[in-house]
């Protein structure tokens, strides 16, 4: 079972850049994706569940969106208007869940790409 990302870069400030995660071996139930700056704990920006219905975090509403693929069985991230505070790994997941106290059970993470942004 994998997942593989890919679509990381450079870019400056306001630039789009999309992610890809490519699932092999098993069918998740849902898809994220989390991103993590240097010095700081791995956090949710998206989630879309089997049934096309997603989730978002507060900071990249209405500038990313997930998307998915189940022919190609990958999972996108399509972000715009990228900022400075964007800057981070981004790690693609499979089968997570919210658990109590706001953290994530996530069963099979991807191995990240980076992406940075400059002002």
């Known amino acids: 079972v994998q997942l593989v990302e890919s679509g990381g870069g450079s870019v400056q400030a306001g630039a789009s850049l999309k992610l890809s995660c490519v699932a092999s071996?098993?069918?998740?139930?849902?898809n994220g994706w989390f991103h993590q700056a240097p010095g700081k704990e791995r956090e949710f920006v998206a989630l879309i569940n089997s049934d096309g219905s997603t989730n978002y975090a507060d900071s990249v509403k209405g500038r990313f969106t997930i998307s998915r693929d189940n022919a190609k069985n990958t999972v996108y991230l399509q972000m715009n208007n990228l900022k400075p505070e964007d800057t981070a790994t981004y790690y693609c997941?499979?089968?997570?869940?919210?658990?109590?106290?706001?953290?994530?059970?996530?069963?099979?993470w991807g191995q990240g790409t980076h992406i940075t942004v400059s002002s």
């Open positions: 997941a499979g089968d997570l869940r919210k658990v109590v106290g706001g953290g994530w059970l996530v069963s099979k």
């Open positions: 071996g098993h069918t998740f139930r849902n």
